[in-house]
């Protein structure tokens, strides 16, 4: 072993060229590892949407958008709301027990596929593949639909037809109801799109 001292201009360039390299691997590795992060966009994306329904009156809707998708608000009327028990003998699922978990939460499996029976809120995408529905909110005859037509939407690319709970009329191409998204009140006229735990 030397006993040999070590030159100080040697040990200051040595102690300079460890922190330079210490702090290279660090600029290095921060952005490595915040790709790991979702951005903001994406945070945006999956993000919940609260809406304010105060202004909605009976046999309106509003659209908002969740993950990309058209969300329909509607509220129905005390007369809409008692054509849908009628309508149970046309639908393919009317009590929303095909893939429940995955369509309609519990609290919406009901009559009105919803928390409160004069506010529907689905996601306005045709579950056969994906197309948007079109309002057909009045009553009677209209072209493609049939005579005795309640109200509700057409999807103009098959021909599928939903009700105004999203429920799907039988022999159409669509298999299932329209999607619920989980959701909750905040207040009396404020609703929360996306998430629905308390």
Not at 39 to 59: C, Q, T, W
Not at 160 to 186: C, I, M, Q
Request: proline share 10%; aromatic share 6%; glycine share 8%.
């Amino acid at each position: 072993m030397s006993d040999t001292p070590i030159d100080s201009s040697k040990r200051t360039w040595i102690i300079t060229s460890a922190c330079a390299g210490a702090v290279g691997g660090v600029a290095t590795a921060v952005p490595f590892v915040s790709t790991f992060q979702p951005s903001e966009k994406a945070k945006a994306a999956g993000a919940a949407v609260e809406v304010d329904i105060s202004a909605l009156k009976p046999g309106e809707k509003v659209t908002v958008e969740w993950r990309g998708k058209p969300v329909w608000i509607i509220k129905r009327s005390p007369e809409q709301l008692a054509e849908l028990p009628a309508l149970d003998g046309q639908l393919a699922d009317p009590q929303s027990q095909r893939k429940p978990s995955e369509l309609t939460p519990e609290y919406a499996r009901n009559e009105y596929r919803s928390i409160k029976p004069e506010i529907m809120v689905a996601v306005g995408i045709c579950t056969h593949l994906g197309c948007s529905p079109v309002d057909k909110l009045q009553a009677g005859p209209q072209p493609s639909l049939p005579d005795d037509w309640k109200g509700g939407f057409l999807c103009p690319c098959h021909g599928s037809t939903f009700d105004l709970a999203g429920r799907v009329f039988k022999n159409k191409p669509a298999p299932d109801n329209l999607e619920v998204p989980p959701h909750k009140y905040l207040s009396e006229t404020k609703l929360l799109i996306g998430e629905d735990k308390a």
